[in-house]
T-cell receptor, first 113, second 113 residues
Framework: DAKTTQPTSMDCAEGRAANLPCNHS???????VYWYRQIHSQGPQYIIH???NNETNEMASLIITEDRKSSTLILPHATLRDTAVYYC??????????????FGKGTSLLVTP | DAGVTQSPTHLIKTRGQHVTLRCSPI?????VSWYQQVLGQGPQFIFQ???????GRGNFPDRFSARQFPNYSSELNVNALLLGDSALYLC????????????FGEGSRLTVL
């Protein structure tokens, strides 16, 4: 699976949009971009995933550049409860070698009042 | 519906001892994965089991083993504990073996003294 690069930490004011970037310049054509987050002392939580089109769900939006070498997770109206470590992960959707996620170190997002 | 449940939540062992961690997946989920999360790092993949067979194995020594039972619950066993095995052990379940999102439990916090 391709490697991802994320900033170590970011801050965001409550109520503003949080834009979390991720670089995955070596991504292959059949690899999806997944985002998970981990709130302190909890297990990781799935947020969203996509291949090349922008995706939106009730939690967030995922914007993938046309060349697919980078993406941005957008939390449209960040709340204090969104303070967490956010992981950008690239993997093949249906791999015959099992389903293993490479979490990396992620971005620690702090939402401030 | 109950989420992924893990037991015990916390435990303390001494070097050289053995530990067994248990996981019950979400009802209807047939795949269970195990991850190790050392303080300050993202989760690292250990094993995946699907329909009671090992589907994937991460870069962990043979001291780590696991199995999945007919009811799809799972055990992770670690022999000859080392100080470096101190970590949060996360279990995740998913409906199928190679697709879909992972649902994580709260983890078992292991401290090796």
């Amino acid at each position: 699976d391709a490697k991802t690069t994320q900033p170590t930490s970011m801050d965001c004011a409550e109520g503003r949009a949080a834009n979390l970037p991720c670089n995955h310049s070596t991504i292959s054509g059949n690899e999806y971009v997944y985002w998970y987050r981990q709130i302190h002392s909890q297990g990781p939580q799935y947020i969203i995933h996509g291949l090349k089109n922008n995706e939106t769900n009730e939690m967030a939006s995922l914007i993938i550049t046309e060349d697919r070498k980078s993406s941005t997770l957008i939390l449209p109206h960040a709340t204090l409860r969104d303070t967490a470590v956010y992981y950008c992960i690239v993997r093949v959707l249906n791999s015959n070698s099992g389903y293993a996620l490479n979490f990396g170190k992620g971005t620690s997002l702090l939402v401030t009042p | 519906d109950a989420g992924v449940t893990q037991s015990p939540t916390h435990l303390i062992k001494t070097r050289g001892q053995h530990v067994t961690l248990r996981c019950s997946p979400i009802s209807g989920h047939k795949s269970v994965s195990w991850y190790q999360q050392v303080l300050g790092q993202g989760p690292q993949f250990i094993f995946q089991y699907y329909e009671k067979e090992e589907r994937g194995r991460g870069n962990f020594p043979d001291r780590f083993s696991a199995r999945q039972f007919p009811n799809y619950s799972s055990e992770l066993n670690v022999n000859a504990l080392l100080l470096g095995d101190s970590a949060l052990y996360l279990c995740a379940s998913q409906e199928a073996g190679n697709t879909g999102e992972l649902f994580f439990g709260e983890g078992s916090r292991l401290t090796v003294l």
